[in-house]
């Protein structure tokens, strides 16, 4: 995998709760190379947490950041690069990621997103009325476009390494 790879990185997509971030580091270890959470980067570089931006800034501002440090990334070394859910809906961002990465869509189902989002409140587009109600319209929304990416793997309920497991034999 490594050698095919030629510089490309291994960028994780979907949904706030598909697991792209503990996926995404397992994969990392097995193949050896580093690990990077694109959101991580963007609160690094604004110096701010997410919910933070979002209330300050608004998203179109998040967003702006987000496209540029994912840019920024796909540097042409190579590393397993989790990104936010709403990171590939940007026609930019995806073709900055079908240039310098192969694509893998963490695909879940809606128990499994939000049984694993409810654990943490860091989410400013599930702090409403109806994170559930929420999480569907994107999944109507969202699904269609992360269905281009190159790889798509079902992210179950079951332990983190096995779906790593199956996303490093679907490089191969
Ligand atoms: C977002 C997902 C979040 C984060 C931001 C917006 C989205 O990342 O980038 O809250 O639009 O789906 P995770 O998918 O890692 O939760």
Redesign the pocket.
């Known amino acids: 995998i490594l050698d095919g790879l030629g510089g490309r990185s291994i960028v994780l997509v979907g949904?706030?709760?598909a697991g792209?971030?503990s996926v995404g580091k397992r994969i990392a270890t097995r193949l050896q190379l580093p690990f990077v959470d694109a959101?991580a980067e963007i609160e690094k570089a604004a110096q701010a947490t997410?919910p933070e931006i979002f209330a300050k800034h608004g998203e179109a501002y998040f967003r702006d950041g987000?496209r540029r440090v994912i840019r920024r990334l796909l540097d042409g070394r190579s590393k397993v690069l989790?990104t936010?859910?709403?990171?590939f809906m940007s026609p930019e961002t995806q073709a900055a990621i079908a240039a310098g990465g192969v694509s893998i869509w963490l695909r879940a189902d809606l128990d499994v997103l939000m049984a694993r989002v409810r654990k943490r409140s860091n989410?400013?587009?599930l702090m409403n009325e109806d994170p559930e109600g929420t999480m569907r319209r994107?999944m109507d929304e969202r699904y269609p476009v992360y269905a281009k990416a190159d790889i798509h793997i079902i992210s179950r309920d079951v332990a983190h390494e096995v779906v790593a497991d199956e996303a490093v034999k679907a490089l191969a």
């Open positions: 949904l706030m709760g792209k971030t959101d997410i987000e989790a936010g859910g709403g990171a989410r400013p587009l994107l």
